[in-house]
């Protein structure tokens, strides 16, 4: 596992406590593809989400995972779940989280309908004045068109998502490219 760039700035959006940093903030939330955990542990850190589960397909990444966050002080706000999103979520997380982080997961335009169904699966329903809410973050540097993959992830997640898919564009260098919210 690498660390990407854009988990790199999701993890700066975190830190400098803006408008994404406050979609995180005292909920639970679902790191899924999490890699080596930077933006699950940044969320947990930096922007102080209530709990993180990070959950990643390779169990090596996943003992870094945990090493980092407990590294970072967050390992009791945190656990590591070994989930491949083709084989679907555990029974356990779904209607579980508030929040699912999706870093660098559009890559492979196969898998985006998996990502989806998972993230939509995870999510708790609408309740007391919480509305769950993903959270994307792509590299402005991938051979293909952002827009054209965030539309199909809108579409797979479906039409109760409206308004509730935030999205970040970060180049190689990891520096804030653009934020918006997707509309399905």
């Known amino acids: 596992s690498l660390v990407w760039p854009s988990a790199v700035a999701l993890a700066r959006c975190f830190a400098r406590g803006d408008g994404v940093a406050s979609l995180v903030q005292g909920k639970r939330v679902l790191d899924l593809g999490c890699g080596l955990g930077v933006a699950g542990i940044a969320a947990c850190a930096l922007a102080d989400s209530e709990h993180v589960t990070l959950a990643e397909a390779d169990a090596n990444a996943l003992v870094f995972a945990d090493f980092n966050a407990r590294a970072n002080g967050v390992g009791g706000r945190t656990r590591c779940v070994q989930l491949d999103w083709t084989t679907g979520l555990d029974e356990g997380l779904e209607g579980d989280f508030d929040v699912v982080l999706l870093s660098d997961v559009l890559y492979d335009d196969g898998a985006i309908t998996h990502v989806a169904k998972v993230a ?65």
């Open 120 to 184: 939509a699966a995870a999510l708790a329903p609408i309740a007391d004045g919480c509305i769950p809410t993903v959270v994307v973050a792509d590299q402005a540097d991938r051979p293909y068109d952002h827009q054209q993959r965030l539309a199909q992830l809108l579409e797979a997640l479906g039409e109760n998502m409206d308004g509730r898919v935030h999205w970040e564009l970060a180049s190689t260098a990891s520096e804030h490219v653009s934020w918006g919210t997707g509309a399905g």
